[in-house]
Nanobody, 117 residues
Framework: QVQLVESGGGLVQPGGSLRLSCAAS????????MGWYRQAPGKQRELVAS???????NYTDSVKGRFTVSRDNTKKTVYLQMNSLKPEDTAVYYC???????????WGEGTLVTVSS
């Protein structure tokens, strides 16, 4: 079992920055691929960024060059640094842990990011 708790969301002006954190507990964090997803009102949940156990990273096109995903296995935490935020980045951001290649995965409760002037 893995428990995930996101933090760091809030209200920020366009062009601003936020850093999201996702703290994990309950299992071997380093064995999990980690991902950040988001869901905007009226839209489907989408993958924003991911980082594997080998620290390979992947980003959706709309955030490339602006967002950076990282992990600290000693702290059992994954981060999402978000710069140059745009109103279209407004969404609830969810942390995901996936024990690849098994189908086992876990989700956090989400943290709201609002980009508005």
């Amino acid at each position: 079992q893995v428990q995930l708790v996101e933090s760091g969301g809030g209200l920020v002006q366009p062009g601003g920055s936020l850093r999201l954190s996702c703290a994990a507990s309950g299992s071997i964090f380093s064995a999990y691929d980690m991902g950040w997803y988001r869901q905007a009102p009226g839209k489907q949940r989408e993958l924003v960024a991911s980082i594997t156990t080998r620290r390979d990273t992947n980003y959706t096109d709309s955030v490339k060059g602006r967002f950076t995903v990282s992990r600290d296995n000693t702290k059992k935490t994954v981060y999402l640094q978000m710069n140059s935020l745009k109103p279209e980045d407004t969404a609830v951001y969810y942390c995901n842990a996936n024990l690849a290649p098994t189908p086992r995965e876990y989700w956090g409760e989400g943290t709201l990011v609002t980009v508005s002037s």
